[in-house]
Every structure is written in C-alpha cells, then in structure tokens.
C-alpha cells in the first residue's frame, strides 16, 4: 500500500509542471480577442503605453490609416492617470494633446459615443502619425468587445473622412534613382 502511494505521488510530482504550460483563462481570453482584431486588420502593440506611470499589462489595439491622409494627432487620458489641469474632452477623458476637430460636433459626438462603450480599464485613445490605438489591459472577452470595436471602427472612418488627402513626398535629397552612366 505505502508503494502504491509513493508511485502515485512521484507521478504527480512528475506531472505537476505539465499544468504550469496550460494557459490561464485570462490567457485564452486576450488571445482569442487579440486572433479576432488581427484578423479584422488591426494591430496589436504590446510595447509600453506613452504615458510614464501606466500601469503594466497595458496593451494597444491600432487601426492604421490610409498612407494618403494626413490624419489629426490626439492623445485622449482617462481621468483617472490625467492631471486635473488638463482640459476635459469629454465625461471621464481630458485632451493630454487636444485635436484639431475637438470643436466639430461630428467629432465630438463620435468621441462621447466610443468613451461611453470603452471598457473600465481603457487608459488612453491616442490617434498618430501610426493610427487610431485604444490602450487598455484587455478586461473583456470577445464578445463584450463588440460594442466599443463597433464605436472606435466608426471614429475611425470619421478621423480619415475629415482627413486632408495628403501630397505625395518628394524623395530626400540623394535617395534619387540614379541613371546609369550617370
């Protein structure tokens, strides 16, 4: 009897790393969300958020743009990692870097619809020179993503609509094809 309980418990000894590779449900979770918006076309950045104290776990999900618009640069914080002398944007955000549109109620209304929809734990949506990137820690499962995906693919398409079409940029000086012989 006592060997029988020596072999059982050396084999769940030997065993025991085995449950260590599965994933966590959080981990099932994220990777199903993140499988569906990389399939969607939007990008997944895992590098720190730009703020300095963002907490760790902050992941952001990018939409680009368009190469041929010259899209509006914001940076929308959510009040709770925003200093109160920023100005408020909208209920719970404030502009750390306002947008050129923040006065166009198209804009506006857009904006208040996807804050309204963001997940408690959306830190920042900041629209660059990159896209449109929504930093969160990745609270929700796939299907309760749909209504703030639904409003940010709507301020998306809005940012790009108001959008100037950018003029084609001329090569930097000696980057020029150059002829042969020449």
């Known amino acids: 009897m006592t060997t029988a309980l020596i072999i059982i418990f050396v084999v769940l000894a030997m065993l025991s790393p085995l449950t ?6 959080r ?13 969607d076309g939007m990008r997944v950045d ?9 907490p760790k776990g902050i992941v952001g999900y990018r939409r680009p743009w368009p190469t041929e618009r ?4 914001f940076i929308l914080v959510h009040d709770e990692w925003a200093s109160d002398a920023l100005r408020e944007a909208v209920s719970g955000y404030r502009w750390r870097e306002e947008s050129r549109l923040a006065e166009d109620p198209d804009f506006a209304a857009a904006l208040e619809h996807l804050t309204r929809a963001l997940p ?9 020179l990159s896209g449109l990137t929504l930093w969160w820690g990745e609270s929700l499962a796939l299907e309760d993503c749909v209504a703030w995906r639904r409003e940010f693919e709507a301020l998306h398409a809005l ?7 950018a003029h084609r940029r001329r090569p930097l000086v000696g ?8």
Request: glycine share 4%; charged share 25%; aromatic share 2%.
């Open 120 to 128: 408690e734990d959306a830190l920042m949506l900041e629209s660059s």
């Open 175 to 182: 980057t020029e094809p150059r002829m042969p012989g020449g």
């Open 159 to 165: 940012l790009i609509a108001k959008a100037p079409i």
């Open 70 to 73: 010259d899209v509006t640069p």
């Open 46 to 54: 895992l590098k720190a958020a730009p703020l300095s104290d963002a």
């Open 27 to 39: 981990e099932t979770r994220t990777s199903l969300v993140r499988k569906a918006v990389i399939a």
């Open 20 to 25: 260590w590779l599965r994933p966590s449900k």
